[in-house]
């Protein structure tokens, strides 16, 4: 927990007063990040949005149907992505597939005396591997969330289309009217959040790395756990937060 | 002994435990501007710390660490790096990034510290990389090179930065003679003219007396003999005449078991498998 606290001080130093003092972070390694983090998790993440948008029409029009409320499909569809889904699910996909990555990765340069070689360098490894990480995670995360949003919603499109009586138009101006701009803004907050929480978790548990390949393998698994669980709780936290204290 | 030098590295009653072990005794010595120090010594006998302690990334229990008549052990992290852009190291395995190629090693401390411009870093990079003997190497992945080249362009990048004061963990073994010659070669020329100094931990007695000016011998953390290496040639301790010559018998312990039960004699020894005894598990 010391090492988490010191490396997110260590990160803010980085990123917020370094820069003046004349080291201003290198863009090329930022970009370099943001095609492995969030360019290449686009396929998996359209996927999972599709399909967790055809579920919650699908799911919706069982129980609305009963109701005679067929109609608020979209709006559920619509509320339920920006909110909830979309945020959390595309969060999921990252941390399975580039939290595990990062941390293996530093993990791995740590125990072949990589980042003793950076610091003997006098390279801050925090500088040099964890800034350019954090930055892209920081702007890939939402960017994710947003464009997993629409195909969420084409999902949840495709279902009343084909399968229900909606028209296309009927569809978009539902969903437009039921949401406001605040439910797309509290998900991108989260998004965000999730972003940090997933990326120093990740780096934190690769530069503390111990006892070779097996030390790799261990802290790879126990950065995925913990920042699955951090983001559930941080999740409930923030929509108790949005939604439910104000 | 040279002492016209001005003194680079002073070590001095340097301390270091693990716990209850100490990895290092009341270690003491000078190196001078210009100097080669060699330091020998079984595996295990603290020669990988005592480097650690001198790069300041370890700190000592006691005693103290001068670099370039600075006190290491009391720097803030700042303080440290700013004496380490003045050092090069040589790792054992060359810690070179996987995800970089040999030539974009080479050139990132250029790239981190200075401000040439791109055709100048690639010229120097060039010029490092000629000079262990690997010209046109730039383009390849470290894994797609030998443990020998790694070392190689490890050196290459340890003196990217034109080092005052070189490290080297082990700089020639896993080399064939010829390539241990060069290096040797190479550190005895980057030596003259008291431009750099350095500090070498080396196994090869041959490479170790071609390029010494002085040597330490190590064993259990203290210091067994220092001398030059005419000294050390005729020394009369037989732990040195054993190391140098690499005889099997001799004053050196082969293994330390015995000692390790005495110091975990409150340790109670578990047989590997309770039930049935220690090798009885598959057949049984």
Redesign the interface.
Known sequence: MKNYLQLNLSLLYWILIAPFTGQFFKIAPIFRQMVFIGVRAAPMVALTAFSVGVTLAMQAAHSLESLGAQMYIPDLVMITLLREMGPVLIAVIVIGRSGSAVAA?LG??KV???I?????????PVQ?LVVPRFLAMLVMLPALTIFGNYIGILGGWAVCRFALDFNTAGYIMRALESADTWDLYSGMIKSAVFAWIIITIACNAGLNVEGGAEGVGQATTASVVQALLAMLVMNAVLTGIFFFAA | MNSHGETIIEVNDLVRRFGDRAVLNDISFNVHRGEILVIMGGSGCGKSTLLRHM?G?MKPTSGSVKIFGEEITAMKEREV??V??R?G?L???G?????LTVGENVA??LM??TKKSPDEIERIVRQRLEMVGLTGFEDLKPDEISGGMKKRVGLA?ALALDPELLFSDEPTSGLDPIMTAVVDQLTLKLTQGSHMTAVVVSHDMTSAFRIATRMIMLGHGSIVAQGTPDEIRNSSNPEVQQFIHGEPDGPIPLNLSQEEHKDHSHVKPRPFFRARGRFHRKTG
């Open positions: 990765e791995t340069m072949s005396e990589e003793e070689a950076l610091e003997v360098m006098a390279i801050n040099y | 790069i990334s790096e700013r380490r852009l050092l190291m790792f054992q395995s810690a070179l990034l996987a995800s990132l401390p981190q510290h990048r």
